[in-house]
């Protein structure tokens, strides 16, 4: 399996706790456009250098992801997407998906997503209230919001993700478990919901700052969490990763496959690429990436990754999934040093029950997951 992201990063305005690399300057879309149909040109023997085994090649993932990438005319997002199946794929991908903003979504942009292969759409809610969507300066309302999903379904989408955020200022136990039921029963495949989190650049980060932001007490936050979960078990759905729930047979190939260590390319300012022993970080910025992209310069930082470093990547992302982490695996791709760590810093945490050992995996159990960065960080060779 190999992974393609595209990414998309223009936004209409600035969401106040976003810190994503993002620009609202519209005169940079088209050239950002060439510059991206170019890096795949540049870059058309990835896979090839990455995957010996033609199999693996045969079966792809292709997200389109940003900033906003329905800001893009459809005829941008048909030469982005034809381009990099024509670059990368020996067959079509199994899973091809875009993030929509809902206030973007009409009937005729969704048929042209329809007509260029789209078969998942992954629509940023964040809240079904109005007051949270203007505090977090998110620029659609709650009724868009619900409309874009029902659009959606109407034109013949059966795979629809929304993301949704706790946490939020203001935000009490009962407003959350109001949003999750409109999101269960809006009759969608997939939720992704995160925490809030504050990045000290955002405006939220300096609202912060000036005690300002009225964030819930960490223990709501963790009800909230709570709350999360609970509702996705009544449903019949299954959480799979950290923040990711789904009805069975819908998880998100994409980021399974990158939480499981496949390789990936991502195409596009400040996207990232892995190919099993490196990372290749684009720069941040459009017009940076622009001038180096067409004037033939490298365009991204290469880190090679030790096995010290692949090793934490294995274990950050698998400890956060269903899936945990492999006896087998870790076996296979690490040194006894590295194994024997994992075992003995795992030992307590195996007996107090915070994670488990099956006969090949060992896991965090759900009810310990939103406590799972402080299990991980004792797993995490320093
Ligand atoms: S739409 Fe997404 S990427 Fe753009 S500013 Fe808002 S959160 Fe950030």
Redesign the pocket.
Known sequence: MIGIYLHI???????G????Y?TTSQTLVQPTVLAMLHEMERRKNYFSQVEKNSSALQKSTLYIG???PSQLPPDMLAALSQKAVATFCVAPPEEFTV?L?PDDVTPEYLQRLRGMGVNRVSI?V?SFFDDDLQR????HSARQAIRSVQLAQAAGFENISVDLIYGLPCMDVERWRSNLKTAFSLGVQHLSAYALTIEKRTPFGVLRRKNKLPLPHEDEVAMQYDLLCQASAENGWLHYEISSFARSGFFSMHNTAYWQQQPYIGIGAAAHSYNGWQRQSNVASCAQYIKNVEEGADFFELESLSMENRYNEYVFTGLRTVWGVSKSYLQANFDNRLINYFFSHARKHIENKSIIADDDRIAIPENRWFVADSIIVDLIWA
């Open positions: 990063p223009f936004c209409k305005l600035r969401c706790y976003c810190d994503f993002a940003g900033g906003t993030e903003n940023g964040q977090l300066r998110r620029r």
